[in-house]
């Protein structure tokens, strides 16, 4: 298993920037890709970014492309989610997420709120 814990969110006016930053911890070893989700009140969970461990490929969700960029630093074992150019509707609270088989997200953060003012 691995843990994550998110941070780095808060509250921001349209327009504005944040990184958010995601460490993990516990079997990194096995991760396969690290990726970013969020969830809007009343709505679904949305998938935004994801990169993979070793080689560094990203993709990223139509709605936050080239407005959001996803790295990684596996020394430090932390992947970021440098967000530009918000919007309101970017308001929700963010996770991050870990794949240690290459086939589905099986272990979560608790999430970090992001709120953009208009």
């Known amino acids: 298993q691995v843990q994550l814990v998110e941070s780095g969110g808060g509250l921001v006016q349209a327009g504005g920037s944040l990184r958010l930053s995601c460490a993990a911890s516990g079997r990194t070893f096995r991760l396969y890709r690290m990726g970013w989700f969020r969830r809007a009140p009343g709505q679904e969970r949305e998938y935004l970014a994801a990169?993979?461990?070793?080689?560094?490929?990203?993709s990223y969700a139509d709605s936050v492309k080239g407005r959001f960029t996803i790295s990684r630093d596996i020394i430090k074992n932390t992947v970021y989610l440098q967000m530009n150019s918000l919007k309101p509707e970017d308001t929700a609270v963010y996770y991050c997420a870990a794949d240690r088989s290459g086939g589905r997200w099986q272990d979560w953060g608790q999430g970090t709120q992001v709120t953009v003012s208009s």
């Open positions: 990169v993979t461990w070793s080689g560094g490929r990203t």
